[in-house]
């Protein structure tokens, strides 16, 4: 069965640890089963990697260091999220060791039950499961709402269609279900 993952997060540095940051190699962090061992990388690499990386057309990979904080919004398929999942755990763990802060949430999209929040705050990474509510409340959220605004507007234009369509008797070209 494929799925589709929603990733959402910021991650603030101390600007004066930025720059050691970028630069020091970091091996991604084992933390969950599935994560593939890989050569350590630094957040550098990582964050060019990201940007290049082969996608699926319908996939979003938006990942925005500004100054000293690192913005997250991704929209990914089962192939693609393990990948994208373990760069960007990597980036979120190596930055707690310079101080960072920020947290990254892993949702499931469009009944794929998934509800994941790996925060780093005084030097430790710490990755948690969120509970059922806490995972409908994410997804209720303005941000989480504005991005899946963009991943429709993705949507669309890979079919053609300008406007969204507020049919709700006409199914998504992508999964079949209804618009409405």
Do not use: K
Not at 97 to 124: D, F, K, P, S, W
Request: proline share 6%; aromatic share 6%; glycine share 8%.
């Amino acid at each position: 069965m494929a799925f589709d993952v929603v990733l959402l997060g910021e991650l603030e540095l101390p600007a004066e640890r930025l720059e050691e940051w970028l630069s020091t190699p970091a091996s991604a962090p084992r933390l969950w089963a599935d994560a593939v061992a890989r050569p350590p990388m630094s957040p550098e690499a990582v964050l060019l990697s990201l940007a290049e990386g082969p996608r699926e057309p319908h996939e979003l990979v938006d990942v925005q260091l500004d100054g000293a904080l690192l913005r997250v919004a991704c929209f990914v398929s089962q192939d693609t999220f393990l990948d994208v999942r373990d760069e960007l755990a990597l980036l979120f763990t190596s930055a707690a060791a310079q101080r960072g802060a920020g947290a990254l949430t892993l949702v499931g999209y469009e009944g794929v039950i998934l509800g994941e929040q790996l925060t780093c705050q005084n030097g430790q990474a710490r990755l948690s499961r969120l509970t059922l509510t806490a995972t409908q409340l994410f997804i209720a959220s303005a941000g989480f709402a504005a991005f899946e605004r963009r991943i429709h507007e993705r949507f669309h234009a890979l079919v053609g269609r300008l406007t969204p369509s507020t049919d709700s008797s006409e199914p998504n070209p992508f999964t079949g279900r209804l618009v409405g």
